[in-house]
């Protein structure tokens, strides 16, 4: 290898440094993670969606899943006759680096459309989760807590980082979703089509 190539090659991984550490920087902006007094691992992650709460809702409460499973460590099947409201159940098959496949399932606690789901694990490890869907002037503003304890040493050995990727790919599938919609606000709580927003000189918006 040349002088040249080492150079270039340094650059690369310059570059590539760079571009993973502003990835880590921006994704623990948003999330924030502890330890309860119980000893379960808290996370919280915060995100805004240029689409109203109503929508956000309707795509995490999916019984289909898409923005999570279209990962390919992931996978989910219903576990109950009722898709939709407490009660539901969600069985789940997770296949994790240095880890055998974890497979739970968890149960929807509570279900207020629109602005909150709660659910926790039944079987496989022990975990409860919530997301509140605020209205906010420029669409939703969603908040997701999640409390788990994984067998030792594992509760303890997961750095904070990693977790925040991971919901950050998650809530970028999310808004890739719901931001597909037509109608959006406008950033002064009104919302309208998207060609208005594209020309807010059209007499029909």
Known sequence: ?????????????????????????????????????????????????????????????DPRKPFLTSNPMMHMELGSPQNRGVGTIYRWSFTLPLWPMLRFDEAVTEWEEGRRIAYRAISGWEMRAKGEFLSAPTGTHYVFTLEYRLPWPWNRLIPGWLEALALQQVVANLRQQVEAERWQPDGTGVWRHRRCLRRPGVRSC
């Not at 040349?2 to 991984?13: K, Q």
């Not at 902006?29 to 502890?34: D, I, K, L, N, V």
């Open 1 to 61: 290898m040349n002088a040249r190539s080492r150079w270039l090659l340094v650059a690369l991984l310059a570059t590539a440094a760079w571009w993973a550490g502003r990835r880590v920087r921006e994704a623990m902006a948003a999330c924030r993670s502890e330890f309860t007094a119980e000893g379960m691992r808290q996370v919280q992650y915060q995100a805004d969606f240029a689409a109203r709460p109503e929508r956000v809702f309707a795509a995490v409460t």
